[in-house]
């Protein structure tokens, strides 16, 4: 970036193919180098979806989910689909993070405030329970515990007039994935509905979509991405917020999975899809992402 111009195949090759940790390195290293802030500098030199690409690529995870949260937040209204993928889908470690950075990010802000300021009813409930970061992870799975949630939520709902949100935001928000994927199952003996059903049917907005979206991702969370992904991309328009979000904090972790889902979702790769969809270095530095 120094001199006339600038080069962005190099930005591509030396921030596409790194790490997080390693463009943190490089982005310390050229502070005390330069004397500038890298971000900073990348806004005066490109802009459009590269430009947020490479914001996204220049800050921590934990930085860049903060930094989406509060964009959903901020101004008229709330994009809660972004709350909803954010802490449905983060582990107990990244939510702790996530909100670290909210309030060092944010000054005079802390998320869980902003949170409740901005959301009603179950869906902020849930939301707040879910910041608590007391998922149980660990992989064993009480056959009793999982009996008696199926009954308890069964009772909370089909089997009444109205339903007990609160039961389902406790169990929701605190057991481990292995156990909500045998309560799926569970639930089939206990309810007239499956689990997924009974939801459906008791509930709505953005309290389904949430509780809908813990369930796929204790089932499946590749192929949550990967529908997320391919909705980004369908029909007139990109949404490229979506698209640069899930590109962004899934390479590290497990877009290789969700590759192959989306493959086996649409049929077609997802490169396939982000050449279709996109162009330039915008194109070019997403490709490098999902080829990492």
């Given at each position: 970036?120094?001199?006339?111009?600038?080069?962005?195949?190099?930005?591509?090759?030396?921030?596409?193919?790194?790490?997080?940790?390693?463009?943190?390195?490089?982005?310390?290293?050229?502070k005390s180098l330069f004397g500038k802030d890298l971000i900073t500098k990348l806004k005066s030199e490109i802009s459009g979806h590269f430009y947020d690409t490479m914001e996204a690529l220049c800050c921590s995870p934990a930085e860049f989910d903060a930094r989406e949260l509060h964009r959903a937040m901020k101004g008229a209204g709330t994009d809660e689909s972004v709350l909803i993928e954010i802490l449905c889908t983060r582990t107990n470690h990244q939510i702790r993070q996530i909100k670290e950075a909210y309030g060092r990010l944010f000054s005079g802000h802390d998320l869980e405030g902003d949170i409740i300021g901005?959301?009603?009813?179950?869906?902020?409930?849930?939301?707040?329970?879910?910041?608590?970061?007391?998922?149980?992870?660990?992989?064993?799975?009480?056959?009793?515990?999982?009996?008696?949630?199926?009954?308890?939520?069964?009772?909370?709902?089909?089997?009444?007039?109205?339903?007990?949100?609160?039961?389902?935001?406790?169990?929701?928000?605190?057991?481990?994935?292995?156990?909500?994927?045998?309560?799926?199952?569970?639930?089939?003996?206990?309810?007239?509905?499956?689990?997924?059903?009974?939801?459906?049917?008791?509930?709505?907005?953005?309290?389904?979509?949430?509780?809908?979206?813990?369930?796929?991702?204790?089932?499946?969370?590749?192929?949550?991405?990967?529908?997320?992904?391919?909705?980004?991309?369908?029909?007139?328009?990109?949404?490229?917020?979506?698209?640069?979000?899930?590109?962004?904090?899934?390479?590290?972790?497990?877009?290789?999975?969700?590759?192959?889902?989306?493959?086996?979702?649409?049929?077609?790769?997802?490169?396939?899809?982000?050449?279709?969809?996109?162009?330039?270095?915008?194109?070019?530095?997403?490709?490098?992402?999902?080829?990492?």
């Amino acid at each position: 970036m120094a001199g006339l111009g600038t080069n962005e195949k190099e930005l591509i090759e030396v921030l596409g193919h790194r790490s997080a940790d390693q463009r943190a390195i490089i982005a310390q290293k050229y502070k005390s180098l330069f004397g500038k802030d890298l971000i900073t500098k990348l806004k005066s030199e490109i802009s459009g979806h590269f430009y947020d690409t490479m914001e996204a690529l220049c800050c921590s995870p934990a930085e860049f989910d903060a930094r989406e949260l509060h964009r959903a937040m901020k101004g008229a209204g709330t994009d809660e689909s972004v709350l909803i993928e954010i802490l449905c889908t983060r582990t107990n470690h990244q939510i702790r993070q996530i909100k670290e950075a909210y309030g060092r990010l944010f000054s005079g802000h802390d998320l869980e405030g902003d949170i409740i300021g901005d959301t009603s009813g179950d869906f902020k409930h849930l939301c707040i329970a879910l910041l608590q970061a007391g998922r149980d992870e660990s992989t064993q799975v009480d056959a009793q515990r999982v009996r008696k949630d199926a009954e308890a939520l069964y009772e909370a709902s089909e089997k009444k007039w109205g339903t007990d949100e609160s039961k389902f935001i406790q169990v929701f928000a605190s057991r481990s994935h292995a156990h909500l994927r045998a309560l799926c199952q569970e639930y089939n003996n206990v309810g007239k509905k499956t689990l997924e059903d009974a939801l459906k049917s008791e509930m709505h907005g953005h309290t389904l979509q949430s509780f809908l979206t813990l369930v796929q991702c204790a089932n499946n969370k590749a192929l949550y991405f990967a529908e997320k992904l391919k909705q980004s991309m369908k029909g007139a328009g990109t949404n490229d917020r979506m698209l640069i979000r899930i590109i962004v904090s899934r390479c590290e972790i497990d877009l290789g999975l969700i590759k192959k889902e989306f493959h086996k979702l649409t049929g077609d790769s997802l490169e396939s899809w982000i050449e279709g969809d996109t162009s330039g270095d915008y194109r070019r530095l997403l490709l490098a992402l999902v080829h990492a």
